[in-house]
């Protein structure tokens, strides 16, 4: 469903609310928000103005329009360091007509299909190893992320495939970057703590489709 796109927006939790307002007001009818912790180090916090790293997640399935990010951008003030950063990711399917007039109940945008630049890397890893995965990541050129509590299942069909047990406490750790960058990331993550560390992270990557709030990316490309 090209029409379609999962909204990822990532700010202090201090800004949560609002954030979750301003998409109500747009018409979109359910955000869900959770809670994150901010894996930047100091270099990078003090580069974008900010002062915790405590996060508020949202995620909300909406029409895909160009035109709503940017608004984003402009009334979220997504562009001043530390207020922020959106993406999105396009959705294949949505199960049911009730639930997809639900969710989109505005037309989305007519246009050609932007070719994508970031991705999104979703890391999984056993509780208290996201410093591992991120000094991994960063090796190979990563700046942040964010990381999101959980409990996993499966764990003795894991075992199976992995030869060891798995931990049940878990953390999702979110990384955009660029695509360029994203095989070097993953590849030093495997490599630094994949199955065969003590982390047991296994990771996979999603093609972001739209972005707002990325100046530190931008900044590095120009220099």
Do not use: C
């Not at 949560?16 to 959770?34: D, N, R, S």
């Not at 410093?131 to 964010?146: F, K, L, Y």
Request: cysteine-free; aromatic content about 4%; overall charge negative.
């Amino acid at each position: 469903m090209g029409g379609a796109v999962f909204i990822i927006t990532i700010t202090d939790r201090s800004r949560g609310g609002e954030f979750a307002a301003w998409f109500q007001k747009q018409g979109i009818p359910l955000v869900l928000t959770t809670l994150g912790q901010g894996t930047a180090t100091t270099e990078v916090l003090d580069f974008l103005g900010l002062e915790a790293t405590e996060k508020a997640v949202l995620m909300l399935v909406a029409p895909r329009s160009s035109s709503l990010v940017r608004r984003a951008e402009r009334d979220l003030w997504l562009d001043i360091p530390g207020r922020g950063i959106l993406m999105t990711v396009p959705v294949a399917t949505i199960g049911g007509a009730k639930a997809k007039n639900y969710l989109l109940q505005q037309e989305a945008e007519e246009g050609m299909e932007k070719e994508h630049t970031h991705e999104l890397i979703v890391v999984i890893t056993k509780r208290g190893y996201t410093d591992q995965v991120m000094d991994a990541a960063r090796s190979a050129g990563a700046a942040g992320g964010t990381s999101i509590h959980a409990k996993g299942t499966g764990t003795e069909i894991a075992k199976k495939f992995f030869g060891v047990s798995i931990a049940a406490e878990k953390e999702m750790v979110l990384i955009l970057t660029r695509l360029q960058d994203r095989n070097p990331i993953m590849k030093a993550v495997m490599a630094q703590a994949g199955m065969q560390t003590e982390a047991q992270s296994i990771t996979f990557s999603l093609p972001v489709s739209d972005i707002a709030g990325l100046r530190r990316l931008e900044l590095e490309d120009e220099a």
